[in-house]
């Protein structure tokens, strides 16, 4: 088979190469609901969760009065957080996400329905960086002009709109550091979700042999390709959440828009997954 060759210079030119793209099992969307919840739970970002979302910080602590602190106070919470979620059933985890052809135009991704209709569904339009590599998303999927089409994959997974109401249950219940607790553990479970559904979608795409085996690593980019969710400088227009709503149709899970083009329930998070082995995160 017969390569596009890829560029070597930095400058922004497209660097797909023909033989790198996947064979999805189908072309459309697929709606996944009855996810076990520890599934979810093992791909939990503990450091994020602890420090982001409860505020256990470092700070001034050793790195032993760190971990004993860890290890005393705050894994205890989150035994009993997630004795709560699973007794209470607070967390629903669903997904709605889809294989589609497609190819690059410039800064553009336009995305088809079929590699033989080839009838155009929407057309993406990313930012490129003004200096280093001068990347742009659309880099990664193969040109127009080579008349060979690439694969994209799009998903959006919540975890309910449950977990937000009984947040606000226990707030009212001035029950302020369990609302915190459950609101935090809350977002950061979409954000696992997302982890653990994009690993499906690599899997899917046979590209998943080159992921970590453990799931500290996973959790810290150490695989191919990369989701870039909607509103970071690579793909910073959440505008472009109504597009990805007209191909995935996120209401079969509960899921919709807000005027500002934020997802409702808050709890969820949606993603456009780049195959490419050089599909990194970068700023614009």
């Not at 760190?66 to 709560?84: A, F, G």
Request: with cysteine.
């Amino acid at each position: 088979m017969e390569n596009i060759e890829k560029s070597v210079e930095d400058t922004g030119k497209n660097i797909a190469i023909k033989d790198l793209i996947p064979s999805p099992p189908f072309w459309g969307t697929r709606v996944v609901k009855g996810i076990q919840i520890d599934d979810i739970f093992f791909y939990l970002n503990k450091n994020a969760l602890f420090r982001r979302q409860w505020g256990f910080k470092k700070g001034r602590f050793t790195d032993r009065e760190y971990k004993r602190l860890i290890v005393q106070e705050v894994e205890p919470i989150l035994i009993r957080m997630k004795t709560l979620v699973r007794k209470e059933n607070i967390l629903e985890p669903k997904v709605v996400y889809g294989h589609f052809p497609c190819q690059s135009s410039g800064e553009d991704i336009i995305v088809f329905d079929h590699p033989e209709n080839k009838n155009i569904l929407t057309t993406f339009t990313f930012p490129r960086q003004s200096s280093g590599k001068y990347r742009c998303i659309s880099d990664f999927f193969m040109p127009l002009e080579s008349g060979v089409m690439d694969t994209v994959s799009f998903q959006l997974v919540t975890v309910g709109n449950r977990a937000t109401e009984k947040a606000q249950e226990l707030f009212k219940e001035n029950h302020y550091q369990d609302y915190l607790f459950l609101h935090g553990l809350s977002v950061e479970m979409a954000e696992a979700l997302a982890e653990y559904w994009h690993k499906r979608i690599r899997s899917e795409l046979g590209i998943d042999d080159e992921d970590a085996n453990e799931v500290r690593k996973l959790l810290t980019h150490h695989y191919r390709g990369t989701r870039y969710s909607f509103g970071y400088p690579p793909c910073p227009n959440l505008e472009d959440q109504t597009k990805l709503f007209t191909l995935l149709d996120p209401a079969r899970i509960g899921v919709s828009l807000t005027e500002k083009y934020q997802l409702v329930p808050e709890q969820s998070t949606s993603a456009v997954i780049v195959h490419h082995p050089e599909a990194k995160y970068f700023s614009i």
